[in-house]
């Protein structure tokens, strides 16, 4: 959902999973390796469904031990520590596992209103190095407002990293990412997933059957228990809106002022109440939603990079070629995989739809490939980040749903998604690893409801391939009068300060600030 580095170009260098971007030279990359995951005494067992949630306590920790953070080009002034919390919240003497966090203080004490936690997209995402990049795009307001907090999830990066050591063909986007084959089959989907899914249970060790959301919801609240914080702001964006609704839900009475940003569907309505399933089902809507922007832009007179005289010849021209490069791949000596076939290319479009910065890459690719040429082949993303990322993502969509086991499952939802979402080809309802995932969920897909303080603000991009406002209004209506919604008449994943517009970033700046939301839901043109 969230990005934590610009793309660089086609699928080039990064990978997206619902609007994470896998940074190429992050500052954490070099800390991210494959490390074997924390272990501890304590087996997977079956949890109460969650409600109020009684593992974290108000009582203040241990004062954090600030110090120096690895890496390079960060804002001196970022501090780093280590919060201990829970392996496993069901048994409390279970192991413990470090959260890094990270901290840059308000710039103007005197007006200084608290923490604003910045939560990054994924799930495989961190934001321990945003607060000295993306956060330093704040409002001076806010900066002045403020301590900036971030911090890497459970398994990401510098906090107890996991690994699922996939063999390398397994990292390649279009594996992760469940493209059936050409004909609509899903065989290989399928032994993709039972790879996947026996490298996981072999190589990660305990921590692997604790990612979670409502994990990284308690983690979220012990790292505000140990800021000294009594309440706690936040804006998360993509995966982390939704973890961070989710922490709203457990912990209501200690969120202070909440941005939730491009937004999943948190209700799980299109998935039988199962969050995960639908956040990838989303992709349906949310592409078809955003490829009209893209079609129009390339129709558009007097664009150098222009592919038809109209919108609708677009989209033709991109199926037929998808289509053809299903039959007949170009080669592509140096990428992963070697070839430019009609999966690659849906799922270099995808990613595109994210950033309208993206659109001439993407014109250019289809233009090329139509003549059967190809780019130079991006620049591969190292094996530890991939490795990384992807074991963090595959576990908390396992963990946070139940998912299908029978290949007719996904035969039959493919088969209907292909006829009525061409464009995505049957994938956002394929088998992932998840499928052959060797565990339950611990407990119920936390609900979210109207209960609660109204604390909430929602801002959403009309046209969002990975979060689409569908989605968000279902949030919006489950929230009630505990929220307030601002659309936005925008293009893109990433709405405040990213590819929204000055109208929504002026009110969430606004509410971040001073406290005060629209007085009811807002559309900004």
């Keep these: 959902m969230m990005k934590t580095k610009r793309k660089t170009a086609l699928l080039g260098t990064s990978g997206v999973l619902l609007g994470l971007t896998l940074p190429v030279a992050a500052t954490a990359a070099a800390a991210v390796t494959a490390a074997p995951a924390a272990t501890a005494a304590s087996a997977t067992r079956a949890a109460p469904a969650v409600t109020a949630d009684p593992h974290t306590s108000l009582a203040s920790h241990t004062p954090l031990a600030w110090g120096p953070c690895e890496g390079s080009g960060l804002d001196p002034r970022q501090k780093c520590a280590t919060v201990h919390v829970p392996l496993d919240y069901a048994d409390p003497g279970s192991a413990r596992i470090g959260i890094a966090v990270s901290r840059i203080p308000a710039e103007r004490p005197a007006v200084r209103h608290g923490s604003l936690l910045m939560i990054a997209g994924g799930p495989g995402g961190g934001s321990l190095d945003e607060i000295s990049g993306k956060g330093q795009r704040l409002p001076q307001a806010v900066r002045d407002a403020y301590d900036l907090v971030g911090f890497d999830p459970r398994g990401v990066g510098r906090s107890s990293p996991v690994s699922c050591g996939l063999d390398r063909a397994d990292l390649a986007q279009t594996r992760f990412w469940p493209w059936p084959a050409a004909d609509g089959s899903v065989d290989e989907n399928m032994a993709t997933a039972r790879r996947t899914a026996a490298a996981c249970e072999r190589n990660g060790g305990d921590l692997i059957r604790h990612i979670s959301t409502a994990n990284n919801a308690r983690d979220i609240d012990r790292v505000r228990a140990a800021l000294g914080e009594r309440k706690l702001s936040a804006w998360g964006v993509s995966y982390g809106a939704y973890a961070g609704a989710v922490h709203n839900e457990l912990f209501p009475h200690r969120t202070d002022r909440l941005v939730l940003d491009s937004n999943p569907d948190a209700t799980g309505a299109r998935s039988g109440g199962q969050f995960a399933r639908g956040a990838w089902a989303a992709f349906e809507t949310g592409v078809e939603d955003t490829f009209p922007a893209f079609a129009e832009w390339a129709s558009a007179p007097g664009n150098p990079d222009r592919l038809a005289d109209t919108a609708a010849s677009v989209r033709a021209l991109f199926l037929r070629l998808a289509a053809r490069l299903d039959r007949e791949p170009v080669p592509w000596p140096g990428a992963d995989p070697a070839e430019l076939n009609g999966n690659v290319l849906r799922q270099t479009m995808v990613y595109a739809l994210y950033e309208p910065d993206e659109f001439p890459a993407l014109a250019r690719l289809i233009r090329a490939a139509g003549k059967g040429e190809v780019p130079p082949a991006p620049e591969p993303v190292p094996e530890a980040l991939l490795q990384n990322g992807l074991a963090v993502a595959v576990a908390t969509f396992c963990n946070d749903g ?46 979210i409801t109207d209960r609660g303080p109204s604390t909430v603000l929602l801002v959403q991009n009309e046209r969002d391939p990975a979060t689409p406002l569908s989605g968000a209004r279902a ?48 559309y900004c043109r």
């Design 402 to 447: 139940d998912w299908p086991t029978e290949a007719a499952a996904y035969e039959e939802g493919v088969a209907r998604s292909r006829a009525a979402y061409p464009l995505t080809a049957g994938m956002p309802r394929n088998a992932t690893a998840c499928a052959a995932w060797p565990t339950h969920p611990q407990s119920a897909p936390v609900r």
């Design 475 to 522: 949030v919006r209506a489950a929230l009630g009068q505990r929220a307030v919604m601002v659309t936005v008449d925008a293009t893109g994943h990433d709405a405040y300060l990213g590819n929204g517009n000055a109208c929504g970033d002026h009110a969430v700046t606004r509410y971040l600030v001073t406290g005060h939301r629209p007085a009811g839901d807002k």
